[in-house]
């Protein structure tokens, strides 16, 4: 995929998700903007997905005091930052990737104008970053089942822009991944109420 090729409802950031912490989201709730001190502001994708190869982007603005890009298996109300618990996996722009409050070195440090691609492949459990076009390495494999959602935490004054495959991406998806939109997740498992009498 290389964005903006399919007709459909894409996935935006989640205005109706509150969490504790302050988020102003604009631009078709796909600008993401916190000033919040001492804790992460949280914003998940408006779709969740179980199987499949997914692929967004984020274009970083400001990172202030820290910012985390990843994916966490339904996010709860307030889940303090991407990586904080077991169900959550992120990468922060100092080049450390997170998973269940504990650390280790991951990739290259990002900062302001760069482009965080997340590359999600439930078939295989793995979660990629890639940095400008460049894979950073496998950060997780052994990916549990579940609903994961995309999403951004930010603390200080800490800005990105996502975009979910609606426009074209700054850098080509790798191959087999798709952009997060209704048009891609398949038929859906319920039938029509006109074709049940030939399902019957």
Excluded at 59 to 80: E, H, K, R
Excluded at 115 to 132: E, M, P, S
């Amino acid at each position: 995929s290389v964005g903006g090729e399919v007709r459909g409802n894409y996935a935006t950031l989640n205005p109706l998700q509150v969490d504790a912490y302050a988020a102003t989201l604009s631009n078709g709730n796909l600008d993401y903007s916190t000033t919040v001190s001492g804790n992460y502001a949280d914003r998940f994708s408006t779709i969740g997905v179980s199987s499949g190869k997914w692929y967004a982007e984020a274009t970083v603005g400001a990172i202030g005091n820290g910012i985390f890009f990843g994916v966490a298996i339904d996010p709860p109300y307030s889940l303090n930052y991407i990586g904080a618990t077991s169900t959550s996996w992120g990468y922060l722009n100092n080049a450390t990737k997170y998973n269940n409050g504990g650390s280790s070195a991951y990739g290259a440090s990002f900062t302001a104008n760069d482009v965080i691609g997340i590359a999600l492949d439930l078939d295989a459990g793995t979660l990629v970053f890639y940095k400008n076009g460049s894979s950073q390495g496998t950060a997780y494999s052994s990916l549990p089942a579940g609903a994961y959602f995309i999403g951004i935490s930010g603390t200080g004054t800490a800005s990105s822009t996502f975009n979910f495959g609606q426009r074209a991406f700054a850098y080509t998806a790798p191959s087999g991944f798709k952009a997060l939109c209704d048009t891609n997740l398949g038929a859906p498992l319920t039938a029509k109420p006109n074709t049940l009498f030939d399902i019957i």
